[in-house]
């Protein structure tokens, strides 16, 4: 299987762990968008939304990197990642959605405004968007906090759903995002980070910024 990645995507970032954490093999095509690969004629061909992450098995093609990585987990159905029983795949699709809707797109405005804004010589952050996505990165948070209570995973056990929240937080020392207040949720993301899959899956982000 061949897996069309961008090493700083968030999006490439949780299939590449969810990949690790299954031992799936996947050969990695590097995607360069600042020089407008993703643009190309024989990329839309795969995917003419022109993003990455997009997953090859044969004459399958796959894009969206939540059902990429279901894909994945279907391969590997006795690791549990996305679980058969109807409720708790209920619980793993209801976090899936949280994150994709209300945490993700709260986390990641601010991450690019505090941090690859500036990184990418886009100009300074636009106080105005940072204090909206504060706030609503502050609520989503405490959401979050209370759904870890009593559990080391979102769902009760790892899933796929833990994989796509801790993207939301990639970028967050760097943006400088605490969650001093919110201990469940620094208790969680260390044990989700200290994973080897995880960290296989970071070491291509970590060396693009060292």
């Known amino acids: 299987m061949r897996l069309y990645n961008a090493n700083f995507s968030p999006n490439a970032l949780r299939v590449r762990a969810v990949a690790h954490e299954l031992g799936v093999d ?52 006795e690791a549990g990642l996305y679980p058969e029983g109807r409720k708790a795949r209920s619980l793993v699709d209801q976090w899936t959605w949280w994150q994709a809707i209300h945490l993700g797109p709260a986390m990641q405005k601010l991450s690019f405004e505090l941090f690859l804004k500036e990184k990418f010589g886009m100009g300074d952050p636009d106080l105005t968007v940072v204090e909206a996505e504060e706030k609503a990165t502050d609520q989503f ?10 559990k080391d995973w979102i769902a009760g056990t790892l899933s796929l759903a833990d994989f796509y929240l801790a993207t939301t937080f990639m970028y967050r020392d760097q943006a400088g995002i605490s969650l001093d207040q919110y201990p469940g949720v620094a208790s969680w993301i260390d044990r989700l980070e200290a994973r080897d899959s995880w960290q296989k899956a970071m070491a291509p982000l970590l060396a693009l910024f060292a």
């Open 26 to 77: 996947l050969e990695i095509v590097q995607v360069d968008i600042r020089a407008g690969d993703n643009r190309a004629a024989e990329f839309l061909a795969r995917n003419p939304n022109a993003k990455v992450p997009v997953l090859e098995d044969g004459n399958f093609v796959l894009w969206e990197s939540r059902a990429i990585c279901a894909y994945l987990a279907g391969l590997r159905p």
């Open 141 to 150: 948070l405490a959401v979050l906090e209370t759904g870890l209570d009593g």
